[in-house]
Nanobody
């Protein structure tokens, strides 16, 4: 079955950087858009970013635009999220998710990993 395993989370101070990875297996990674979503303590899921199947189209929430960069390596079945200039409000559990299609459609994903925690102290 579909498996998504996030890694790379941790604790850092405001202004710091982290790189999240998501290792995918159990499906043809290269033909699906991939998503990053996050959930802060006590809040609902928030969409962060999406990359289309080929990696040529990138989409970001306004709250992370200019600070986060999504990318993918289809040869390695791996999704990435580079987090720069981190703020305390970026503290959340970060999840990668598999899209249902090759292109971005809001919240149109059907599998999600277990997540990796990012904690930013001010």
């Amino acid at each position: 079955g579909v498996r998504l395993e996030e890694s790379g989370g941790g604790s850092t101070q405001a202004g710091g950087s982290l790189r999240l990875s998501c290792a995918a297996s159990g499906f043809t990674f290269s033909i699906y858009a991939m998503y990053w979503v996050r959930q802060a303590p006590g809040k609902g899921l928030e969409w962060v970013s999406t990359i289309n199947s080929g990696g040529g189209s990138l989409y970001y929430a306004d709250s992370v635009k200019g600070r986060f960069t999504i990318s993918r390596d289809n040869a390695k079945n791996t999704l990435y999220l580079q987090l720069n200039s981190l703020k305390s409000e970026d503290t959340a559990m970060y999840f990668c998710a598999k899209g249902r299609h090759s292109t971005y459609i809001p919240y149109d994903y059907n599998y999600r990993g277990q997540g990796t925690q990012v904690t930013v102290s001010s």
